[in-house]
């Protein structure tokens, strides 16, 4: 199952990004005086007592005057709606109940969504807890008072957010039916994709960049069998900020990721892939996610014997984290080589989940560790005891050492290559736990 997605909603200066950090324990976003220098990641994932959850920041609202704040506000009101399962919605004690306050509520009311209501900057109780009570004016339940930047009051409030997440049974019986996100940048076909899928005009197609609206679920049975695809919205509305717009489509890319068990990454054969491609391919490879790329328009391509191998080279390159990535030559306006997608759809699945016996992991660990001595320090060796498959989606593995320290990645990664050498594991990532003898699993 999916984990929630928590997102953040507030005006400029209200503590978004820092109680983003604070609750990611890292400082991701710049933090600045200045309105609007939220840059950079906009998601993070958190973890809070048996419960993890994906938490975005909707953004940076530059406040050129009141109107832009707001419809800016809206906006990011409107990301959070589409995408998130709980709302945070920060506002600011020191500064008091302003109207932008009042009118993005009305919004997050309508929407029937759960929402949080966080007071930030109550450092001290005594001194603000009057001006606390004025916020239950927005009528969207009990204000939390908070101090991100001291970090008081943050257990409250996510005991709060996780009371919200969805009951996990509902979605099982679901789960049998893969889940396919289609992802990529704008214009590079995965409407088209999916409309060819499908057979029918489902999706609004049109050369202008952002014209899909939201992210569409569609089933599609092909050879008996049926697939959940989901199109993750292209953009919202052109003649926004590009800012704005990518930051959107990023949050949309998450969220499909995180729902999805197989990534179907879009590229567009005639511009090659980009730093844009590889970044959505890194969003899906840290989540563990198995991953096609898909090379559409390859009708419009002129080739000759060495062009495939040309661009196979080209996206390895650039994609040279995620080796195990399957490719696939397709398009999707004539409908070429979509059997072939389907059929690696369902060999990426299977290798998701396969699992293999502790002995049999074991035979490929001792062949590996005679073939290259584990390495030492200072006079110590590392010695591997065992190894045993602990999950699937992605496969995990669990290897028992010594001391973890002289567990180089290096080595995990040659122990790794064998694992694939062995069994394949074509187009998922392997997680590998290191653990000492000793310490509970």
């Known amino acids: 199952?999916?984990?929630?997605?928590?997102?953040?909603?507030?005006?400029?200066?209200?503590?978004?990004?820092?109680?983003?950090?604070?609750?990611?324990?890292?400082?991701?976003?710049?933090?600045?005086?200045?309105?609007?220098?939220?840059?950079?990641?906009?998601?993070?994932?958190?973890?809070?007592?048996?419960k993890s959850f994906t938490m975005i920041d909707t953004g940076g609202i530059e406040p050129d005057s009141g109107d832009i704040i707001l419809s800016q506000m809206r906006e990011q009101a409107q990301i959070?709606?589409?995408?998130?399962?709980?709302?945070?919605?920060?506002?600011d004690v020191q500064q008091g109940l302003v109207d932008s306050d009042a009118k993005v509520a009305d919004m997050l009311r309508r929407s029937q969504k759960p929402v949080v209501l966080v007071v930030n900057k109550v450092d001290s109780h005594q001194k603000y807890m009057m001006d606390v009570y004025e916020f239950y004016n927005l009528g969207i339940g009990e204000p939390m008072a908070i101090s991100a930047a001291n970090r008081m009051g943050l257990g409250d409030m996510l005991d709060e957010v996780v009371k919200h997440f969805p009951e996990e049974t509902e979605q099982e019986e679901e789960d049998d039916i893969p889940k396919i996100a289609v992802v990529g940048k704008p214009n590079v076909g995965k409407s088209s994709l999916i409309n060819k899928l499908l057979g029918e005009d489902r999706v609004i197609v049109s050369d202008i960049a952002g014209t899909t609206r939201d992210a569409i679920d569609a089933k599609v049975e092909w050879n008996g069998k049926e697939y959940i695809f989901i199109d993750t919205a292209g953009l919202r509305r052109k003649g926004k900020v590009k800012e704005e717009l990518e930051r959107y489509s990023v949050i949309r890319t998450v969220t499909a990721v995180e729902r999805a068990h197989v990534v179907v990454i879009v590229i567009d054969a005639t511009e090659g892939v980009t730093e844009q491609d590889a970044k959505i391919a890194g969003i899906a490879h840290e989540r563990g996610k198995g991953v096609i790329i898909?090379?559409?328009?390859?009708?419009?391509?002129?080739?000759?014997?060495?062009t495939i191998y040309k661009h196979t080279n080209r996206i390895r390159e650039v994609l040279a984290y995620m080796p195990y990535a399957e490719l696939v030559f397709i398009s999707a306006k004539t409908g070429q080589r979509l059997?072939?997608?389907?059929?690696?759809?369902?060999?990426?699945?299977?290798?998701?989940?396969?699992?293999?016996?502790?002995?049999?992991?074991?035979?490929?660990?001792?062949?590996?560790?005679?073939?290259?001595q584990p390495p030492s320090d200072r006079g110590k060796?590392?010695?591997?005891?065992?190894?045993?498959?602990?999950?699937?989606?992605?496969?995990?593995?669990?290897?028992?050492?010594?001391?973890?320290?002289?567990?180089?990645?290096?080595?995990?990664?040659?122990?790794?290559?064998?694992?694939?050498?062995?069994?394949?594991?074509?187009?998922?990532?392997l997680k590998f736990i290191i653990r000492e003898r000793g310490e509970k699993s």
Request: no cysteine; proline share 4%.
């Open 1 to 50: 199952m999916s984990k929630p997605v928590v997102a953040i909603v507030g005006r400029p200066n209200v503590g978004k990004s820092t109680l983003f950090n604070a609750l990611a324990g890292e400082k991701i976003s710049i933090v600045k005086d200045t309105p609007g220098v939220t840059r950079d990641r906009i998601y993070a994932d958190v973890s809070w007592l048996d």
């Open 80 to 91: 959070a709606i589409d995408t998130a399962d709980v709302i945070i919605f920060i506002t």
């Open 339 to 372: 059997p072939k997608l389907f059929e690696t759809i369902d060999a990426v699945i299977e290798n998701q989940t396969l699992r293999i016996q502790t002995g049999v992991l074991n035979e490929i660990l001792s062949e590996a560790v005679a073939m290259q």
């Open 381 to 429: 060796r590392l010695k591997i005891f065992y190894m045993t498959q602990v999950g699937v989606r992605p496969p995990t593995f669990v290897i028992f050492v010594n001391d973890k320290e002289l567990m180089h990645f290096s080595y995990t990664r040659y122990i790794e290559n064998k694992v694939r050498d062995a069994f394949g594991f074509r187009g998922t990532p």
């Open 294 to 306: 898909a090379v559409n328009k390859w009708d419009a391509i002129e080739k000759d014997d060495k």
